[in-house]
């Protein structure tokens, strides 16, 4: 029963098109592990460490939008997905678990490896359930249609965690043992040994559902995009290229000045005559008051970086402020928002775009985009005369990376600097096939990143670079493991500033005699032997001239590499003071 049961859950998910496994060795859950191994559809890695696990898993589900499935045996080994978890179910990643548990009369005994697992996650999953011990008083159809029911949560927009806590009984048996299909699988059964001609069925599929609004709430919102007055696009966090394909005709159809996130997957584009790449630098500078004039913001898309806009429209709010998003959250930190829609974002852009006229580039909008291509050039001017800085690391490697690849950024200072200098693809280069950027902004921890990335990176089925700090690295050292495995090469550029840099801007640094102890956090450490032991391709470039040379020569070899960047934190400081006066004096004022 036991082999019956696992093969029935690893055979249905498969049937529901989730066929990629990350599995954590262990006992208890050997019906589920010995079928993954043997099921000829079941793509699979193992992983040691269950935290890595999870968030390879979470990485792989951000790059497809389809739920990776976690197996894991009893006791604290899915304590470990935890962190993962509130990250896929704030950000509406869709991921399975399936732990194995004790049964029934195992449980709070005293029992070795065994803790309460029921309900491990509390609120944070979609839906959680208790499958019982396999038995032949239990019809196997309650196993297929819980696996139907749990697909269609994890998956069905706004997507999220599903948690089947699964119980079995010694013994597990033999891999080699027959499965004796029970006759009352009817129609499952059948597609099964249909003879191959079409793919084998789930047992209940759940028909796929569309979120969005009335053609009236349609109608309201083309009204206020056509009333007078300057209106601004904002795009925040997109989950796929069809999302960003839809947002890319409406901005062409508006032309209005757009402020794309990095997370966008717009923002290193150079081939939007709109788009305003350096919006957040833009607020420093004389332009500041001509923005003023906008009346109107449509935000699509959620999770923007930039901490300098959201004070900048708290400070002067628009007349109207729309959201667009696939979820019913309010995501509205700032308390601003006058419009709220949920709705599939690639139907509602479509559907804009067909109501809405062409409008032309305003000589506003050109202007606003003259001051911000004044800034790049005043930027890279700047970095050229600096040694290498965490700001000429994001402008270099977004600059230089394939546009076939992903890149994957890390939270604290990585994503905010790839947010305000980037710079996007090399002049001349094809961007028919948008870059895909992920970063884990839900919850914006620092765990987890080169595990993510190596999800990522399978995911997408390309090459990955992943930009991350060195308190974020140490935090997931056994992740190293996984670059050494992953199918697709992942190029780890490390920032080694020596502690928390991120820090060094807050006002808590000027207490000197507790900062670097307690926020500082100063760790001596470089990662060349960690490198060595897992047998990666090591650089330590010096300069922004060997940061290329390695870095092409990296992308060049198709292997999982470490780029360690050493920096100074004190430095760090003073590189971005020194920008924001710069940009803070540069006259780009608008008339």
């Known amino acids: 029963m036991n082999r019956l049961w696992g093969y029935l859950i690893i055979e249905e998910l498969v049937r529901n098109g989730i066929d990629y496994f990350v599995i954590s060795p262990g006992s208890r859950s050997t019906p589920l592990t010995a079928t993954v191994a043997q099921h000829p559809q079941a793509q699979k890695i193992v992983c040691l460490d269950e935290r890595a696990a999870a968030f390879h898993a979470l990485g792989y589900a951000r790059a497809t939008g389809n739920p990776a499935v976690l197996i894991c045996t009893s006791g604290s080994a899915a304590a470990n997905y935890l962190p993962a978890v509130i990250e896929a179910a704030i950000d509406h990643i869709p991921l399975i ?23 491990l996650y509390g609120s944070y999953p979609k839906w959680q359930f208790d499958l019982p011990c396999p038995t032949w008083e239990i019809d196997a159809n309650l196993v297929l249609t819980t696996i139907d029911l749990a697909v269609s949560k994890s998956r069905q927009a706004p997507g999220g965690v599903v948690h089947l806590n699964c119980m079995f009984r010694e013994p597990f048996g033999s891999t080699n043992a027959p499965v004796d299909m029970p006759s009352r699988l009817g129609r499952w059964n059948d597609s099964r040994f249909s003879g191959g001609e079409a793919p084998p069925t789930p047992y209940t599929r759940y028909a796929s559902k569309l979120t969005v609004p009335t053609p009236d709430e349609i109608n309201s919102l083309v009204e206020i995009i056509q009333s007078n007055g300057k209106g601004m696009l904002v795009v925040g966090q997109l989950k796929s290229t069809t999302e960003i394909e839809a947002v890319i005709e409406l901005a062409a159809r508006l032309n209005w000045a757009v402020f794309a996130d990095i997370q966008s997957g717009l923002r290193l584009r150079q081939d939007l005559p709109n788009l305003i790449h350096y919006f957040d630098l833009l607020l420093l500078t004389d332009i500041s008051v001509e923005l003023k004039q906008i009346n109107k913001i449509v935000q699509i898309g959620t ?70 291509d004044r800034i790049s050039v005043t930027a890279a001017k700047f970095l050229k005369t600096t040694k290498l800085t965490e700001p000429l690391i994001a402008r270099t490697i977004s ?43 839900g919850t914006s921890g620092i765990e987890g990143a080169i595990a993510a990335a190596t999800g990522f990176a399978v995911g997408l089925q390309a090459p990955v670079t992943a930009i991350v700090g060195d308190l974020s690295s140490l935090h997931d050292l056994n992740s190293f493991a996984l670059l050494q495995r992953n199918v697709q090469p992942v190029i780890v550029v490390i920032i080694n500033n020596d502690g928390g840099g991120i820090f060094s801007f807050l006002p808590i640094a000027k207490s000197t005699e507790i900062f670097d102890t307690y926020f500082g956090t100063p760790h001596g450490v470089n990662f060349s032997h960690a490198a060595a032991m897992f047998e990666l391709d090591y650089y330590h470039p010096q300069t922004a001239d060997e940061l290329i040379r390695d870095y092409t020569k990296a992308l060049v070899n198709r292997r999982s590499a470490i780029i360690e960047v050493t920096i100074d934190r004190a430095e760090n400081l003073q590189i971005h003071q020194a920008l924001d006066r710069l940009f803070s004096n540069t006259d780009n004022h608008v008339s």
């Not at 732990?99 to 449980?107: I, Q, V, Y």
């Not at 930039?306 to 308390?335: A, C, F």
């Not at 992903?406 to 090399?426: E, F, K, Q, T």
């Open 97 to 119: 678990i399936l732990s194995a548990d004790r049964p029934p009369e195992l449980r709070q005994t005293g029992a070795n490896q065994t803790i309460d697992q029921v309900n």
């Open 303 to 372: 999770r923007i970086v930039s901490s300098r806009w959201l004070k900048w429209i708290d400070k002067y709010p628009p007349q109207n402020y729309i959201v667009i998003l696939n979820d019913g959250e309010r995501h509205d930190p700032n308390h601003l928002v006058s419009l709220r829609i949920e709705s599939d974002i690639a139907y509602i852009c479509q559907q804009l775009s067909a109501q809405l006229p062409q409008l032309l580039v305003s000589t506003w909008v050109q202007k606003i985009r003259s001051a911000s």
């Open 399 to 441: 600059e230089l990376i394939p546009h076939q690849h992903g890149l994957w950024v890390s939270n604290s200072m990585p994503i905010r600097d790839l947010d305000m200098y980037g710079i996007g693809a090399i002049e001349g280069e094809s961007q028919t096939s948008p870059l895909r950027i992920g970063a884990n902004r």
